[in-house]
């Protein structure tokens, strides 16, 4: 027998009255129900240290799962700043919501716990990536826009193939689209995911798309070339981690699923390119990526049902045929 209707009408109340409170502390949204990032706690750029040689003086903490932290590896990978910078792996605590080190970090178990150390206002969110300074015993920079540009300038060690993200005749181009891409698409698909009602979500969904056909555009003009030029740029960069996440986790999760990727084919074939350069297929974990996402995003997907479909090897060695 069907529950009565007023059984039915209390109880979507209740769920959505609970729904809404879960989403609060998960995504912020302003007035209107589009999601708002919350501010960074060491957000402002500091210059390059005098001892950024120095072996171990500097650590980089990271999470797999992390689009904004794999920005920060992608940077150290691709610049091969390893001898200079050291890189920790942060693991999830989905029952907590936080950050946690496997072994003790600067005496520290958790990533808040580092953060309070470091002089973090209590109510701040300890977020990846962070740039951990042992010389003054604290995080410097948690902005993961502003980490990029100083993992760009750190100083490359001697055996290292010089490498630049801000090409100097790409500059303009290069900020255009990271400003663009910031808003429409790194932070576009938590727009959509934590819309909290359709017109937020419309909004959200169309931009991402709309940005998504431009920089397919871009990459399709000249074969070869990337995203604001011929060379690869913080651009790139910071377009990748989404992309790569897009078929596995933001599309059945956050709703991203208008446009396959394939139909794309300029920026398939430009994930397939930034995938293929060296390092940066060790920086992605797909089965971190779904079991975090799925599994700790609790108001999106109570069951934790890890959705099923095509492994990463597939999305970025093969191409299907168009329709």
């Keep these: 027998m069907a529950p009565p209707a007023t059984l039915v009408r209390t109880a979507r109340c209740l769920w959505t009255w609970q729904w809404l409170q879960l989403m ?5 949204a302003d007035g209107d129900g589009n999601y708002r990032r919350p501010a960074p706690a060491f957000a402002e750029l500091p210059r390059v240290p005098h001892d950024a040689n120095t072996a171990d003086a500097h650590v980089l903490i990271v999470g797999r799962s992390c689009p904004w932290a794999h920005r920060a590896w992608l940077v150290w990978t691709l610049r091969q700043l390893a001898p200079a910078i050291a890189l920790v792996v942060a693991e ?18 958790t990533l808040a716990e580092l953060y309070r150390s470091s002089g973090a206002d209590p109510t701040a969110r300890a977020t990846v990536p962070a740039l951990y300074s042992r010389s003054q015993g604290r995080i410097v920079l948690n902005e993961s826009a502003r ?3 100083l993992l760009n300038r750190w100083p490359q060690p001697p055996t290292a193939a010089p490498l630049n993200l801000e090409p100097q005749g790409q500059h303009g181009a290069t900020q255009r689209w990271r400003d663009e891409l910031q808003h429409n698409v790194n932070d576009g698909v938590y727009r959509c995911g934590f819309a909290r009602n359709q017109a937020a979500y419309d909004r959200a969904e169309a931009a991402l798309f709309a940005t998504l056909r431009r920089a397919d555009a871009a990459v399709a003009q000249k074969p070869g070339a990337w995203l604001s030029g011929p060379e690869l740029s913080l651009a790139d960069v910071v377009l990748f981690p989404t992309l790569i ?4 986790v933001y599309a059945p999760l956050f709703g991203c ?9 300029g920026l398939w ?5 930034f995938y293929a350069l060296e390092g940066v297929a060790a920086s992605c974990w797909p089965e971190a990526w779904q079991r975090d996402y799925f599994g700790a995003l609790f108001p999106l997907n109570p069951g934790g049902i890890v959705r099923a479909g095509a492994p990463l090897a597939t999305l970025v060695q093969g191409r299907p045929e168009r329709a």
Excluded: N
Aim: aromatic fraction near 12%; charged fraction near 30%; glycine fraction near 10%.
């Design 245 to 248: 996440r897009l078929e596995l």
């Design 257 to 265: 699923s208008r446009v396959p990727l394939w139909q794309l084919d």
């Design 92 to 109: 999830p605590d989905p029952a907590a919501g936080r950050w946690c080190f496997s072994e003790p970090f600067e005496g520290c178990r």
């Design 269 to 273: 074939r430009w994930r397939q390119r």
């Design 147 to 149: 980490l990029i540009e």
């Design 24 to 28: 609060d502390g998960l995504g912020p």
